[in-house]
């Protein structure tokens, strides 16, 4: 048995995910470690296939002040002593960390209890967590180093991707917790993409959903706006260019479904890593980069009519594997003999 742990966002949380439909096509037993703080505990507290679920009351470090530091750690080493004993009670033979502040306690516990440590790094720019653990952890995966690792990526992604070639549906995306810049350009270009007979989709956030319904209808366009879907994969599927955050897992994702984007990273992003994950794919021609600091609304609008989405989806499958995750299991059992 294994414990997957990590979370906090629901970019590291899909790839624990990814981890957990790999193990149990692998029949692998698996225990879950995350924090009731963030979204672990919507994503995970009914998942039956794990064997046990532990929701521990962890809290981030790194936007602490000093004496906050201090606490922090403290009342993580009391949580890393815990986990200890989760791990002897399921005699847990590897932990596997997908990084976020949830992945602390676990990934300390494993540390003390001499247990191997597996680490997944989601983003470009690595992580303050991860960054410390990695002289610990036996394996050390990653899409943007030099020993790469296929990103983990929900089948269901890679089962809804087409070929695109002709611009009649964008998708708006700010990730399950809004964007409120991406929100308003939308809006803004609305009227334009309408005129243009461009239909829209509008992943929007909880906070602004009801200002974003109120905000079309005023407009007189009928638009597909959602704060949260478990089914984002069919909504990627009706879309021919998505404008969207740079998180790892949704700009993987989005290579997946084969979908063109033109990425607005959150410019405050730890490290800038979201425009750092997004230059993976613009060096190699893949998709267009716009910063919010230097917004430029016209030249935004030439790049939306004007890229070659043929090109780029027919380039973005080979991005991504579809086995990422029974590929970083694979060497687990490889090193602990499970």
Partial sequence: MIALTGGGTGGHLSIVNS???SASKQNLECIYIGSENGQDKKWFENQILFKAQYFLN????VNQNKLGKIRALSHILKLAFECKKIF???KIKAVFSVGGYSAAPASFGAILANIPLFIHEQNSKKGSLNTLLKPF???FFSAFEEN???YPVDEKFFQNAR???KLETIIFLGGSQGANFINKLALELAPILHQNKIKIIHQCGKNDLEFCKKNYKNLDIE???FDFSKNLESKMQKADLAVSRAGASTLFELCANELPSIFIPYPYATKNHQFFNAKFLEDKNLCKIFTEKDFNKALFLESIFKLDLKFISQNLKGQVSPNAADFMLKRLKEVVKL
């Fill in 223 to 225: 638009a597909d706006v």
């Fill in 137 to 139: 952890s036996k394996i």
């Fill in 19 to 21: 981890l957990l439909q």
């Fill in 148 to 150: 790469f690792c296929p």
């Fill in 88 to 90: 002897k009670n399921h």
């Fill in 163 to 165: 070929t695109r070639d």
């Fill in 58 to 61: 962890s809290t981030g470090v």
